[in-house]
T-cell receptor, first 118, second 111 residues
Framework: ETGVTQTPRHLVMGMTNKKSLKCEQHLGHNAMYWYKQSAKKPLELMFVYNFKEQTENNSVPSRFSPECPNSSHLFLHLHTLQPEDSALYLC?????????????????FGAGSRLTVL | GENVEQHPSTLSVQEGDSAVIKCTYSDSASNYFPWYKQELGKGPQLIIDIRSNVGEKKDQRIAVTLNKTAKHFSLHITETQPEDSAVYFCAAAYYGQNFVFGPGTRLSVLP
């Protein structure tokens, strides 16, 4: 248990479905992230929230919609996805973003949600 | 933007031997370089990191070296064990922002 919990661990959905991924961190961190992990590709940063405010949207299609109601919870709402969106979606947290030479840099990842789009 | 390359993509070693994974980065402003280990069915877990004001860091069987001039850093694992088998990722970041990850190295430790 890393302190970052993701649910569900596995999700299969059709292209017309609407579903959500949930992330919860128990570390007292203030920054939360969504990453996409596809086979044989580097981890791709999708969204960053710092103190509940979105600070980065890495040109992600609008069919992915993040929500951060508080510093401990992060959601990724999914609608009208494409088969190429099938991947492992990883949530991470850190104490804050932009802190120099301190433990705030450290990213702690959850186990991921494996998404399959049919 | 930053670009991180990682080699090799796969590495097989005999148990007890050493393993070395190398990464290069393109942005000289990057100042934080973590290494993550990802086991099957789990998320990446930080195993060691180094900041740009340090040239080398060691933690038991794991060490990381950084050459700022050449913009490359390496992970060294000595006395490898079967439980070291996993995918390893390097990353480069600037003051805790804009983490850019390498594509990963699949390490297999053969008994």
């Amino acid at each position: 248990e890393t302190g970052v919990t993701q649910t569900p661990r596995h999700l299969v959905m059709g292209m017309t479905n609407k579903k959500s991924l949930k992330c919860e961190q128990h570390l007292g961190h203030n920054a939360m992230y969504w990453y996409k992990q596809s086979a044989k590709k580097p981890l791709e940063l999708m969204f960053v929230y710092n103190f509940k405010e979105q600070t980065e949207n890495n040109s992600v299609p609008s069919r992915f919609s993040p929500e951060c109601p508080n510093s401990s919870h992060l959601f990724l709402h999914l609608h009208t996805l494409q088969p190429e969106d099938s991947a492992l979606y990883l949530c991470a947290s850190s104490q804050e973003t932009g802190q120099a030479y301190s433990g705030a840099n450290v990213l702690t990842f959850g186990a991921g949600s494996r998404l399959t789009v049919l | 933007g930053e670009n991180v390359e990682q080699h090799p993509s796969t590495l097989s070693v005999q148990e007890g031997d050493s393993a070395v994974i190398k990464c290069t980065y393109s942005d000289s402003a990057s100042n934080y370089f973590p290494w993550y280990k990802q086991e099957l069915g789990k998320g990446p877990q930080l195993i060691i990191d180094i900041r740009s004001n340090v040239g080398e860091k060691k933690d038991q069987r794991i060490a990381v070296t950084l050459n700022k001039t050449a913009k490359h850093f390496s992970l060294h694992i000595t006395e490898t064990q079967p439980e070291d088998s996993a995918v390893y990722f390097c990353a480069a970041a600037y003051y805790g922002q804009n983490f850019v990850f390498g594509p990963g190295t699949r390490l297999s430790v053969l008994p």
